[in-house]
């Protein structure tokens, strides 16, 4: 049976469940092609691009041979690629058919609060919503989801997420990448879900207690038990990776134990690419790769985390048969200049993570209402570095919203690699922290906010989400 000991000691968070019924072996039987979420580049007229989305319900088989109740935009379940270009005006008309109040919300965009569709903006069902905004971000992978008060685990798990991508074809440290969409940039979206055996999704401890199965779908197809197959006709492949599971941790590797060459974290280009056997990626986070293929490749993801299914999985999810006969140039040797931040005259704070029972709290406040919830305010122009302090002994991983961080320390360490790229989203283990920094800029607002909060979604409807309030000054 479930661990209900462990659930009563955590109060009401479902992180230590300790069944082991989502163990997983790793002996997928079937195949079937890889699905590439349609690209939808809007209607641009005069730098202005025009989007149109609608969030409604339909049915999947998240479950092979069962059918489930699900949400998407545009389709039944995840949405369509967003192709974002820097320096076009975005207007976004969003309309909502779900029955319920939605929001929709742009991860890792720089855009104004009012605009990056936080809880304030929730719009009603038979509502549309237009966000209007000028794509400021860099080249790299966004996505869209939900966010709600305390409906964002609900609408997600359920299909509302897609990918989005900053346009980076004119991009001259781009030159060497691969730019065409479902060819050779390929989007992975991964969901480990929790499921019931009549197919019900589930997203809170009630549900996750009931939940029978534990399915890892990469953009949308269960490889539970099947592989997803790829023909990569380019010799240079690069895969978009997108977590966007409600809480846990998947690890991306080669069944060789071969390198991947990463050349992206959350926000964009590291500095330079860096080879790479293992690609972790927390709840909400994303990271780009590259691999030169003269054979074929198998990609696995590994969960170890398993905190709502109390058990680890290994998935043989995409096998790529190499077919390219091209050899491609050597991929630059600096993507992008990073200047590392001194921050020795940055204004210091701490925002801690915490829980009481089955409520979770930054900074002692629970943010399941706007006014609960803390708020951190600041001024335009404001250079920071926030100790973010994890008095749990939950894992959590960390989301700002409007500007990226670069990361100054994990758990005391010095970042290395891949750490020394910018993040929106970063794992916070248990009774750790993370130290960030980050520059607030462009965008002020004295009556919208944007959020922080914990990534596990979970964990953000229970109240562990704040508000961050930029003014003039
Ligand atoms: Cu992806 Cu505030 O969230
Ligand atoms: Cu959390």
Same mark, same amino acid.
């Given at each position: 049976?479930?661990?209900?000991?462990?659930?009563?000691?955590?109060?009401?968070?479902?992180?230590?469940?300790?069944?082991?019924?989502?163990?997983?072996?790793?002996?997928?039987?079937?195949?079937?092609?890889?699905?590439?979420?349609?690209?939808?580049?809007?209607?641009?007229?005069?730098?202005?691009?025009?989007?149109?989305?609608?969030?409604?319900?339909?049915?999947?088989?998240?479950?092979?041979?069962?059918?489930?109740?699900?949400?998407?935009?545009?389709?039944?379940?995840?949405?369509?690629?967003?192709?974002?270009?820097?320096?076009?005006?975005?207007?976004?008309?969003?309309?909502?058919?779900?029955?319920?109040?939605?929001?929709?919300?742009?991860?890792?965009?720089?855009?104004?609060?009012?605009?990056?569709?936080?809880?304030?903006?929730?719009?009603?069902?038979?509502?549309?919503?237009?966000?209007?905004?000028?794509?400021?971000?860099?080249?790299?992978?966004?996505?869209?989801?939900?966010?709600?008060?305390?409906?964002?685990?609900?609408?997600?798990?359920?299909?509302?997420?897609?990918?989005?991508?900053?346009?980076?074809?004119?991009?001259?440290?781009?030159?060497?990448?691969?730019?065409?969409?479902?060819?050779?940039?390929?989007?992975? &979206?991964?969901?480990?879900?929790?499921?019931?055996?009549?197919?019900?999704?589930?997203?809170?401890?009630?549900?996750?207690?009931?939940?029978?199965?534990?399915?890892?779908?990469?953009?949308?197809?269960?490889?539970?038990?099947?592989?997803?197959?790829?023909?990569?006709?380019?010799?240079?492949?690069?895969?978009?990776?997108?977590?966007?599971?409600?809480?846990?941790?998947?690890?991306?590797?080669?069944? %060789?134990?071969?390198?991947?060459?990463?050349?992206?974290?959350?926000?964009?280009?590291?500095?330079?690419?860096? %080879?790479?056997?293992?690609?972790?990626?927390?709840?909400?986070?994303?990271?780009?790769?590259?691999?030169?293929?003269?054979?074929?490749?198998?990609?696995?993801?590994?969960?170890?985390?398993?905190?709502?299914?109390?058990?680890?999985?290994?998935?043989?999810?995409?096998?790529?048969?190499?077919?390219?006969?091209?050899?491609?140039? %050597?991929?630059?040797?600096?993507?992008?200049? &990073?200047?590392?931040?001194?921050?020795?005259?940055?204004?210091?704070?701490?925002?801690?993570?915490?829980?009481?029972?089955?409520?979770?709290? +930054?900074?002692?406040?629970?943010?399941?209402?706007?006014?609960?919830?803390?708020? +951190?305010?600041?001024?335009?122009?404001?250079?920071? +570095?926030?100790? &973010?302090?994890?008095?749990?002994?939950?894992?959590?991983?960390?989301?700002?919203?409007?500007?990226?961080?670069?990361?100054?320390?994990?758990?005391?360490?010095?970042?290395?690699?891949?750490?020394?790229?910018?993040?929106?989203?970063?794992?916070?283990?248990?009774?750790?922290?993370?130290?960030?920094?980050?520059?607030?800029?462009?965008?002020?607002?004295?009556?919208?906010?944007?959020?922080?909060?914990?990534?596990?979604?979970?964990?953000?409807?229970?109240?562990?989400?704040?508000?961050?309030?930029?003014?003039?000054?």
């Amino acid at each position: 049976g479930v661990g209900l000991g462990a659930v009563a000691a955590a109060g009401a968070s479902f992180a230590l469940l300790t069944d082991a019924k989502g163990n997983k072996a790793n002996a997928a039987t079937n195949t079937a092609t890889l699905t590439i979420p349609d690209l939808l580049e809007g209607t641009t007229s005069d730098s202005t691009t025009t989007f149109t989305l609608e969030a409604k319900t339909g049915t999947a088989e998240v479950l092979t041979g069962v059918t489930s109740t699900t949400a998407g935009y545009n389709q039944s379940f995840l949405g369509p690629t967003m192709k974002w270009v820097k320096g076009n005006t975005n207007v976004l008309n969003i309309t909502n058919s779900l029955g319920e109040d939605t929001t929709v919300h742009f991860h890792g965009a720089h855009v104004p609060a009012k605009m990056d569709g936080g809880p304030q903006v929730a719009f009603s069902d038979g509502d549309t919503w237009s966000p209007t905004f000028t794509v400021k971000d860099e080249p790299m992978t966004l996505w869209y989801h939900p966010h709600a008060l305390g409906t964002t685990a609900k609408q997600a798990v359920h299909g509302l997420a897609g990918m989005i991508i900053v346009d980076d074809s004119d991009n001259t440290t781009s030159a060497d990448l691969p730019t065409t969409y479902g060819t050779d940039d390929i989007p992975l &979206i991964f969901q480990s879900l929790a499921v019931n055996a009549a197919g019900d999704i589930k997203y809170d401890l009630t549900g996750y207690l009931a939940a029978t199965a534990f399915p890892l779908l990469v953009n949308g197809t269960n490889v539970d038990d099947t592989t997803l197959t790829f023909t990569a006709t380019k010799t240079r492949t690069r895969f978009r990776l997108l977590n966007a599971s409600p809480s846990d941790i998947i690890v991306i590797q080669r069944s %060789d134990g071969g390198t991947m060459t990463q050349i992206a974290s959350d926000q964009g280009y590291l500095a330079e690419a860096a %080879d790479v056997t293992t690609i972790r990626l927390v709840a909400g986070a994303r990271a780009e790769m590259v691999m030169d293929m003269s054979d074929d490749v198998t990609l696995q993801a590994v969960i170890t985390t398993g905190w709502v299914r109390g058990g680890s999985g290994t998935y043989d999810f995409l096998a790529v048969t190499a077919s390219g006969t091209d050899t491609p140039d %050597d991929l630059p040797s600096s993507l992008r200049t &990073i200047d590392r931040y001194d921050t020795s005259d940055f204004t210091a704070r701490t925002i801690t993570l915490g829980n009481s029972g089955g409520t979770m709290l +930054i900074d002692g406040k629970a943010g399941t209402s706007m006014s609960s919830m803390a708020m +951190i305010s600041t001024t335009l122009g404001s250079k920071e +570095i926030w100790t &973010i302090k994890n008095s749990t002994q939950l894992e959590h991983s960390f989301h700002l919203h409007d500007v990226p961080y670069q990361l100054i320390s994990i758990n005391g360490a010095d970042p290395t690699g891949v750490q020394l790229g910018w993040y929106d989203t970063y794992e916070v283990v248990g009774g750790g922290s993370i130290v960030i920094a980050m520059e607030f800029t462009d965008f002020s607002d004295d009556t919208y906010m944007y959020m922080l909060h914990c990534h596990l979604l979970q964990h953000e409807d229970e109240g562990m989400m704040a508000s961050l309030m930029v003014t003039d000054s």
